[in-house]
């Protein structure tokens, strides 16, 4: 039986509803990760960094046998395959993942925080983790809530994707 975990996905370059179903279907071909359910996909404008295009997001839940460094490096690898190029902290991309939650584990490390440091401060997070009926408590004590900055507002866009079709 594998940990629970979930990903948060998103994208604003090129096709980004099918660079979100690349994601879900390279997440469904690793042998140790197993697609449980994904949110509804949603639209929304981007937080910080230069001025860009809106984002598509939604947040995949899985089952996986890998730790929590190796779920990261598998993440990397996916991202990496649909041409995520890391020019600039927070600008557009083809592919973001994120790894939100890892079970009830805490970490923090240099480059791996995980409850994500800023998922709760993020409607593009939030919605569709509440959506997914993530814990009420996360393992920092912390529960998920509605992000009230009017500037985050989120948009149904699509259907969950389908981790079998992608």
């Known amino acids: 039986m594998g ?3 979930y990903v948060g996905i998103g994208s604003n370059l090129g096709d980004r509803l099918e660079n979100l179903r690349s994601a879900v ?5 690793n042998p140790d990760v197993r697609v449980v359910r994904t949110s509804s996909v949603y639209e929304t404008a981007p937080v910080g960094g230069p001025e860009q295009g809106d984002f598509l997001n939604a947040v995949v839940e899985i089952s996986t046998e890998l730790e929590p460094r190796a779920l ?3 993440l990397q690898r996916i991202e990496n395959e649909l041409g995520r190029v890391r020019a600039e902290r927070n600008g557009p991309r083809t592919i973001d ?3 939100l939650l890892y079970g009830d584990e805490e970490i923090d490390e240099p480059d791996l925080t995980v409850p994500h440091p800023r998922m709760l401060e993020r409607a593009f997070v939030v919605v569709p983790l509440t ?3 993530a814990r009420d408590e996360l393992p920092n004590g912390r529960r998920p809530r509605p992000v009230t900055d009017a500037a985050q507002t989120v948009r149904r866009f699509a259907d969950p994707i389908d981790p079998e079709r992608g």
């Open 72 to 74: 990261l490096e598998a």
């Open 3 to 5: 940990v629970s975990a």
């Open 131 to 133: 959506e997914l009926g």
């Open 25 to 29: 279907r390279g997440l469904s071909r």
């Open 97 to 99: 993942l994120d790894l």
